[in-house]
C-alpha cells in the first residue's frame, strides 16, 4: 500500500457545494493579493492618468487569469496562479529611470518594453517546443542568478526608499514624516504576518497589510476617490494600448537575460506545486508550462502590461488547504478575466496610495535579495566563486552611480548596454562562470540536475 494522503481533494476531484464556493474564494482572495500591488505601482511609475492606470489594473488582471486558465487546462495542468513578476516590475522600474534620463516620457518606453515581452516569448516557445529547457538552465547558476537578483535589489532600492519615504507622493521633494512612519509601520506589519502569521494569515500578509494602509490613510482624508465620469462599465482589454511595438538592443537584452532566470522559476514553481498536489511531473510537463508561460508573455506585450510568471505561493496554499483540486482554481482565474473587463474595478484598485504599494514591496524586495543571498550561498565561496561574483557585482553596482550622459560620446545602443548595471553585471558573471574560469565540475554537477529534471 502506498502512503496515505494528505490531500482532501486531488487534482481530477470535483468538490461541490459550499466546499468549491470557499475554495474558489479562497484562490480569488489569495490571487489579489498578488496580482494588485504591481500593476498599481507601476502605472504610476509611468506616469499614467486615472482612466490609464485603470485600463492598465484592469488588463492586468484579465492577463493574469487568462494565464493561470490556460496553463490548467492545456499548459502543466497544476493550480499554479500567474502573477505579475516581481523580477519583471524590478526591471520595468529600473528602465524607466534609464530611459528618463534621456527626456523622453517613460510612457514611450512601453513601446520598447512591448517588443522585449514579444521577443521573449518567442524564446520561451521555441525552448518548449524543441525541449532545449535544461540547455539554457546550464547558463543561469547560482553564481548569475544570485549576482541578478542582487544588482536588481540595488537597483530598485533609490525607488523603494523615496517611495516609503513620501518623497514624490503628492509632489513633494522632501521626506514626509507622516507617511514614513505609516510605511514603517505597514513594512513591520507585513514582515510580522510573514513571519508570524499562521495558514491563510501568512498567505495573505500583502492583501492585509495593503488594506490596513489603504484605511489609515483613508481615515486621514489621504485617499484621493478617483473620477469615474470618463471611465466605462464594461470595456473589451484593448491590444497595443501605447502603439506599434520598437526595437531596442538594450531593452531586449534585458528582458532576454530576465526571462532566462524567471525559466529557472518556473521549473521550481512547477516541481515544489506538483509535490504538494502529490503529482508527478516529467519533461513534457516542463515544456507545456513553457509554452504557455510564452503564450502569456506575447498576450503581456500585446496588452501592454508588466509579464506575468507562475508563483511559487500556490504549494503553500495547496498544502495548508489539502484541496489541489483544478476546478476551484479555474473558477477564480475565471473571475480575473470577467473583472479584467469592468474598468470601475480596475480605477477602485489604483486608488491605493502609492507610499502603501511602495512599503509592502519594500517588505518583498527584501525578500527578493534574500533569494540572490541564497544563491550565492549554494556556492562554494573559493578564490574563483568570490572572483566572479565580486567582479560581477562591483562592475554592476558601480555603474549604477554613472550618470547616463557619460555614456553619450558612444552609439546609443553601445551606451544604453554601458549603462545599464544589470546587463554589465550578468554578463560579467556569465563570462567569467562559463568561459574564463570555466569549472569542470560544476559543469558535471549543472547536467546531474538537468537530467534530474529529465
Not at 513578476?85 to 516620457?105: E, K, S
Given at each position: 500500500m502506498g502512503n496515505p494522503s494528505s490531500l482532501s481533494y486531488k487534482l481530477n476531484d470535483k468538490p461541490r457545494g459550499t466546499v468549491l464556493f470557499f475554495s474558489s474564494l479562497q484562490w480569488f482572495v489569495f490571487m489579489l493579493a498578488n496580482f494588485v500591488t504591481v500593476p498599481v505601482v507601476l502605472g504610476q511609475a509611468l506616469g499614467l492618468a486615472e482612466a490609464e492606470l485603470a485600463l492598465f489594473v484592469s488588463r492586468t488582471l484579465f492577463l493574469?487569469?487568462?494565464?493561470?486558465?490556460?496553463?490548467?487546462?492545456?499548459?502543466?495542468?497544476?493550480?499554479?496562479?500567474?502573477?505579475?513578476?516581481?523580477?519583471?516590475?524590478?526591471?520595468?522600474?529600473?528602465?524607466?529611470?534609464?530611459?528618463?534620463?534621456?527626456?523622453?516620457?517613460?510612457?514611450?518606453l512601453m513601446l520598447e518594453l512591448q517588443m522585449g515581452l514579444l521577443?521573449?516569448?518567442?524564446?520561451?516557445?521555441?525552448?518548449?517546443l524543441f525541449r532545449l529547457l535544461p540547455k539554457?538552465?546550464?547558463?543561469?547558476?547560482?553564481?548569475?542568478?544570485?549576482?541578478?537578483?542582487?544588482?536588481?535589489?540595488?537597483?530598485?532600492?533609490p525607488s523603494l526608499v523615496q517611495g516609503v519615504l513620501g518623497i514624490g507622493y503628492?509632489?513633494?521633494?522632501?521626506?514626509?514624516?507622516l507617511v514614513m512612519s505609516i510605511?514603517?509601520?505597514?513594512?513591520?506589519?507585513?514582515?510580522?504576518?510573514?513571519?508570524?502569521?499562521r495558514g491563510l494569515i501568512k498567505n495573505l500578509a500583502v492583501l492585509i497589510s495593503i488594506g490596513a494602509g489603504w484605511l489609515i490613510y483613508a481615515a486621514l482624508g489621504l485617499v484621493d476617490l478617483p473620477d469615474s465620469r470618463n471611465t466605462d462599465w464594461v470595456a473589451w482589454p484593448s491590444w497595443l494600448p501605447y502603439g506599434l511595438p520598437q526595437w531596442n538592443t538594450g531593452v531586449?537584452?534585458?528582458?532576454?537575460?530576465?526571462?532566462?532566470?524567471?525559466?529557472?522559476?518556473?521549473?521550481?514553481s512547477i516541481k515544489v506545486t506538483a509535490e504538494a498536489s502529490e503529482e508527478k511531473t516529467d519533461m513534457s510537463t516542463y515544456s507545456r508550462g513553457s509554452l504557455i508561460t510564452g503564450v502569456g508573455t506575447f498576450m503581456s506585450g500585446l496588452l501592454g502590461t508588466v509579464?506575468?510568471?507562475?508563483?511559487?505561493?500556490a504549494a503553500s496554499l495547496i498544502s495548508l488547504t489539502g484541496i489541489a483540486s483544478r476546478l476551484p482554481f479555474l473558477l477564480a482565474s475565471a473571475a480575473f478575466i470577467v473583472l479584467g473587463m469592468f474598468p470601475k474595478l480596475g480605477l477602485l484598485l489604483s486608488s491605493i496610495?502609492?507610499?502603501v504599494a511602495y512599503a509592502v514591496l519594500f517588505a518583498v524586495f527584501g525578500q527578493l535579495l534574500g533569494f540572490g543571498l541564497r544563491d550565492l550561498k549554494k556556492l562554494k565561496l573559493d578564490q574563483r566563486d568570490v572572483f566572479i561574483v565580486g567582479l560581477s557585482l562591483l562592475a554592476g553596482a558601480g555603474v549604477l552611480f554613472i550618470n547616463g550622459d557619460a555614456w553619450s560620446v558612444f552609439p546609443p545602443v553601445v551606451g544604453y548596454l554601458a549603462g545599464n548595471g544589470l546587463i554589465i553585471g550578468v554578463a560579467l558573471a556569465i563570462i567569467l562562470e562559463h568561459v574564463i574560469f570555466r569549472n569542470r565540475a560544476s559543469l558535471e554537477e549543472t547536467k546531474g540536475e538537468e537530467n534530474e529534471n529529465e
Open positions: 493574469c487569469g487568462g494565464i493561470g486558465a490556460l496553463q490548467v487546462l492545456f499548459g502543466h495542468r497544476l493550480p499554479i496562479l500567474e502573477g505579475p513578476a516581481g523580477m519583471w516590475w524590478g526591471v520595468f522600474v529600473v528602465l524607466i529611470g534609464l530611459h528618463m534620463q534621456t527626456g523622453l516620457p517613460a510612457q514611450s521577443v521573449c516569448s518567442a524564446v520561451f516557445i521555441l525552448l518548449a539554457v538552465l546550464h547558463w543561469f547558476t547560482p553564481a548569475v542568478t544570485g549576482t541578478f537578483l542582487v544588482l536588481l535589489a540595488f537597483q530598485l532600492s503628492r509632489g513633494s521633494e522632501q521626506v514626509i514624516p510605511s514603517g509601520l505597514l513594512i513591520g506589519l507585513t514582515v510580522g504576518l510573514m513571519l508570524k502569521g531586449v537584452l534585458t528582458c532576454l537575460i530576465t526571462a532566462g532566470i524567471l525559466l529557472s522559476n518556473l521549473v521550481a509579464g506575468a510568471v507562475p508563483l511559487t505561493a496610495p502609492q507610499p
